[in-house]
C-alpha cells in the first residue's frame, strides 16, 4: 500500500537540513537517524543519534523512534523515548517520516517542561530554567559529539 | 483496638456513606444526560479528571473507527474529475492507477484512494489530513449516481 522504497528515496536524494536517515541494510524498516541540535538551543553543535522503526501497519501507526544519544531533555526520558503527540494519538496516515524528524528536531529547539516525559528533568526546568539550560549544554558536549 | 478505617486510613465518610455516593451518582448522571455526546470541550473536561492511565484508554475509545457502511457510503470521485495529485496516504498519483477508486470525504473534500483511507476509516474517524472529524454519524444524502452512471458508460458504451 504505502509506497515505502519511494519514502526512502525521497528522504535520501531530498534530504531535510541537519536530518539524516539511512535504512539499515537488512533491514528497510528500521533507520539509523541523527539529528543535529538546532542553533540557540542548548543541544546546538551536537549530533544526536536516534533510531526509527515503521511498524507493519504503517502509514496506519506511526513510526517508533528513539533517542540512542543520551539528552538532557523535559520530553525525553533516560531510555530515550519521546513525548510527542503525533507518535501517540496524534499520528496520520499523511504524516511521513520526514515530518516526524522535523517535529522531533522541533521539539529540542521548543522543549515544553508542561508536558514532560522525565519528570525530573521537566521539575529542574520548570524551577531552574537557565541550570537546567547548562546541564543539556554539558550533556550535549559530552554525549552528542560529531563521529 | 483500632478500627478498620483507622487501620486503613480512610475516613468512614467517604467508604460507607451509600446515600451520599447515590446522590453524588445521580448528579454525575444528570450532568451526563445534559451533554450532547459531541460535545468536545466537555468531555474532556470530564476527561481530564481522570487518571492518565485511564484517559489513554479514554481517548482510544473515542477515537474508535467508523463503520464499513460509512466507507462504503464515501462518494467516489468520477473518472474524468479525479485530479492529477498524489494520493495523501500512499503519495501515489491518482492518475497513475489504471482502475482508480477515488473517494472525496463529505466534510472536508479531501480526496484519497478508497483502499487507503478505508483502512485508516476503520479504526479512526479522522481526516489524515486536516484531523476533522468525519462525521461518521451522520446520514449520508450525497448522488454518487452520476459516478456510477458514467462508469457504466464506460463499460458498456
Not at chain 2, 23 to 42: K, V
Not at chain 2, 66 to 91: E, Y
Not at chain 2, 94 to 101: G, H, I, K, V
Amino acid at each position: 500500500m504505502h509506497n515505502n522504497p519511494q519514502e526512502t528515496e525521497r528522504l535520501i536524494s531530498d534530504p531535510v537540513p541537519g536530518i539524516t536517515a539511512e535504512p539499515h541494510d537488512d533491514n528497510l524498516r528500521y533507520f539509523k537517524v541523527s539529528i543535529e541540535g538546532p542553533e540557540q538551543s542548548p543541544y546546538e553543535k551536537g549530533i544526536f543519534q536516534l533510531e526509527l522503526y515503521l511498524p507493519d501497519d504503517y502509514p496506519m501507526e506511526a513510526p517508533k523512534v528513539r533517542f540512542l544519544t543520551k539528552i538532557y531533555h523535559p520530553n525525553i526520558d533516560r531510555l530515550g523515548r519521546i513525548c510527542l503527540d503525533i507518535l501517540k494519538t496524534n499520528w496520520s496516515p499523511a504524516l511521513q517520516i520526514r515530518t516526524v524528524l522535523l517535529s522531533v528536531q522541533a521539539l529540542l529547539a521548543s522543549p515544553n517542561p508542561n508536558d514532560p516525559l522525565a519528570n525530573d528533568v521537566a521539575e529542574d526546568w520548570i524551577k531552574n530554567e537557565e541550570g537546567a539550560k547548562n546541564t543539556a549544554r554539558e550533556w550535549t558536549l559530552l554525549y552528542a559529539k560529531k563521529e | 483496638m483500632s478500627s478498620y478505617h483507622e487501620e486503613h486510613n480512610t475516613s468512614p465518610h467517604t467508604q460507607s456513606n451509600p446515600q451520599g455516593r447515590r446522590e453524588i451518582r445521580s448528579e454525575f448522571r444528570n450532568l451526563y444526560e445534559q451533554l450532547t455526546p459531541t460535545d468536545p470541550t466537555l468531555i474532556s473536561l470530564l476527561a481530564s479528571l481522570l487518571p492518565p492511565e485511564l484517559q489513554e484508554e479514554w481517548g482510544k475509545k473515542s477515537n474508535e473507527g467508523c463503520s464499513q457502511a460509512f466507507i462504503d457510503s464515501l462518494p467516489r470521485v468520477p473518472k474524468d474529475k479525479i485530479p492529477n495529485d498524489l494520493c495523501s496516504i500512499c503519495f501515489e498519483n491518482f492518475r497513475e492507477d489504471e482502475y482508480p477508486l477515488v473517494i472525496e470525504l463529505p466534510h472536508c473534500s479531501h480526496k484519497f484512494d478508497l483502499q487507503c483511507i478505508s483502512v485508516w476509516l476503520s479504526s479512526n474517524s479522522t481526516c489524515p489530513v486536516c484531523r476533522d472529524k468525519v462525521n461518521h454519524n451522520a446520514k449520508l444524502d450525497i448522488d454518487t449516481t452520476e459516478a456510477e452512471l458514467e462508469e457504466d458508460w464506460g463499460m458498456y458504451g
